[in-house]
């Protein structure tokens, strides 16, 4: 049966379970009260400070004080008061800036559900459609750049109604009284799950939810005052970047930096910069993003980085690349950049983010293992045969992490493949307005009886991620998606090793940018690959018939299995998550839709 303790790691975290006698018994607190004490314990401290790169290339720093965050969040908490009742909805469609912070603290500070979204004219624009049809806000909170923009989406989608409040243009207040604490039970914000196929689902997490899990990863990553500083060029639309450059820093007191997304993607040495230039800084970013980094920052610009302080890197979004890693410490550990400091974890917006992490001080572990074996539920090391290699993402941080058979919801031993389970004060309490989800989703029990934790933390039950894992020698290791898993002649098979291999098949087809699924036929189900084109002008005269040629070959050979179709698309054309990943629902729909168009013509 395979139980994790509670995360054991040095400082500040305690080495044994959550305790709910003195969760009960904590004062009534939130992010809004905690950003009122700073204010008046460390008023002129820096708080948040942006790098604006849209006004320079260079970018344009401007710093708040805690005095004057909190001033800006009591605006929009007096605006958000006067024009909402409790239980209302308000939408945050605000860029990346500090626009943003004010105004989801200020909904909190208002004791209002906070939706933190984005604004429109991205390639999600009807997910932003869908999302505000699902939660139906009673305000919009915007700036005065994007209000126009706002207005017109908002016609064009019928997603009107709601008033518009526009932020920025509040007149910041200063000793505004603060409402009534919230209870730990209130919900204080829907985190919508990246859903490409469907829907998007809003995870319903409470103010005791939130400050759990952000005491968790400010204990687990080291978050310190006066030590540390948090930076971010993540969406504060997402679990992580909004745990990553708000939760952590408010709960203790220090400073953030933050970019904007497209600034770190038009030129990832930004990143680098900003944590070279803020000693103690703890970041985070998906997998592919340290290879992306290493990969576009040149000779001259390493040359004056400084990385030797950098105190964490949270590697997680995605399943966790050992190639990755290593490619971006080769790349920046002459710079003085410790391997120890990066830390693979596991996380989900149902668990608010963070479920388990390695230990701080020690480096990446991967174990490879028999491919086959570990799609058919069992972890093997391989020797000799098709492998699979995995990242260890260690262990829970205060909360608990069973392997669960996803059919009989028994436990299962150490070494076989399973669903991931987590019980913890930070799982949420289900999906906004999804009642029969939300019963098969949360609130679960093991099938263990006399076991004092089937019914789950205090009792309040199971998460089921729907992601598979192992644990080997008291380490998780995530082995893919439950729905994404590949089945083909009795046979099962993770597309992210199809994937992988495809991409190491020949040099024209782009990293990080594959996607292996099954579509079906009148035999059953067979393998399909969507693939881009590799940006190297090198590889352009490759052609198309020798690439696919290749990731046949490749394929046949590592996995045992054929590819029925393979796709090669220009750089940009696969659909990806609003979160920059490759979405391989979206895929899968476009190919089949393609596929019927073809048949009919």
């Known amino acids: 049966m395979t139980l994790f303790p509670a ?64 001033a800006m969040a009591a605006a929009v908490a007096a605006r958000v008061e006067h024009q909402t009742d409790r ?37 999600h624009d009807r997910r932003l459609a869908a999302i505000l049809g699902d939660c139906a806000p009673a305000l919009v909170l915007t700036t005065s750049r994007l209000v126009d923009d706002v207005e017109r989406f908002r016609r064009d989608t019928g997603s009107g109604g709601a008033a518009l409040v526009v932020v920025d243009t509040l007149r910041p207040r200063r000793g505004h009284p603060l409402p009534e604490p919230p209870h730990a039970e209130e919900i204080a914000y829907l985190q919508y799950t990246s859903g490409s196929t ?37 969406p504060l639309f997402h679990d992580m970047g909004l745990m990553l450059a708000v939760a952590t820093p408010v709960l203790r007191g220090t400073r953030a930096v933050l970019m904007d997304p497209t600034a770190f993607l038009e030129r990832p040495t930004r990143w680098l910069q900003a944590l070279s230039a803020n000693p103690g800084a703890i970041t985070a ?84 293992f028999d491919a086959r074996t570990l799609a058919d539920g069992h972890a093997v090391a391989a020797v000799g045969v098709a492998s699979s290699t995995l990242v260890a993402c260690g262990r829970p941080v205060d909360q608990h992490v069973r392997i669960v058979d996803p059919r009989t919801h ?55 991620t729907g992601d598979l894992g192992v644990v080997v020698d008291g380490d998780l290791f995530v082995t893919g998606r439950i729905k994404d898993m590949i089945v083909i002649d009795g046979r099962n098979h993770y597309p992210q090793d199809i994937e992988l291999t495809v991409e190491l098949a020949h040099p024209a087809v782009r990293r990080h940018s594959v996607a292996a699924f ?49 796709w090669l698309l220009e750089p940009g054309q696969t659909p990806r998550t609003s979160s920059g990943k490759i979405s391989r629902a979206a895929s899968r729909l476009q190919y089949l839709a393609h596929a019927r168009r073809s048949a009919a013509s």
């Open 285 to 368: 970013a998906p997998s592919f993003a340290y290879s992306y980094a290493a990969g576009r920052c040149s000779p001259e610009e390493r040359s004056l980085l400084r990385l030797d302080d950098v105190v964490t890197l949270v590697d997680g979004s995605e399943q966790v690349s050992l190639a990755n890693i290593d490619r971006f410490h080769d790349t920046f550990g002459p710079c003085g950049l410790r391997r120890e400091a990066h830390r693979p974890s596991y996380g989900l917006a149902e668990a608010t983010v963070l479920v388990t992490a390695s230990r701080a001080g020690t480096a990446p572990r991967a174990r490879t």
């Open 7 to 70: 995360h054991e790691v040095e400082g500040p975290m305690n080495s044994h379970s959550p305790d709910p006698a003195a969760t009960r018994s904590a004062p009534r607190e939130s992010l809004a009260t905690l950003l009122d004490r700073w204010a008046v314990e460390q008023g002129d401290h820096p708080a948040l400070t942006h790098l604006d790169h849209s006004r320079d290339p260079g970018g344009v720093a401007t710093t708040l004080t805690w005095r004057e965050l909190d």
């Open 410 to 464: 028994r436990p299962l031993a150490d070494g076989r493949v399973g669903e991931i389970w987590v019980s913890g004060p930070n799982v949420g309490v289900g999906y906004w307005g999804r009642p029969k989800e939300s019963r098969r989703t949360f609130g679960l029990t093991l099938d263990a009886p006399g076991d004092p934790l089937a019914a789950g933390w205090e009792g309040r039950g199971w998460l089921r």
């Open 87 to 123: 239980g209302d909805r308000v939408a945050v469609l605000v860029d990346q800036s500090p626009a943003y912070v004010a105004a989801f603290l200020g909904v909190l500070r208002a004791r209002r559900i906070a939706v933190p979204l984005f604004p429109p004219g991205s390639p």
């Open 198 to 234: 469907r829907t998007p689902a809003g995870v319903v997490l409470t103010h005791g939810n939130v400050l759990a899990n952000a005491r968790q990863a400010a204990d687990c990553y080291g978050v310190e005052r006066g030590r540390t500083v948090n930076v971010s060029w993540l």
């Open 518 to 566: 099954a579509v079906p036929c009148d035999e059953g189900e067979r393998l399909v690959v969507v693939a881009e084109r590799a940006r190297d002008e090198r590889t352009w005269s490759a052609p198309t018939s020798d690439v696919v040629a290749a990731a046949r070959s490749a394929v046949s050979a590592a996995h045992g299995v054929s590819v029925h179709d393979m």
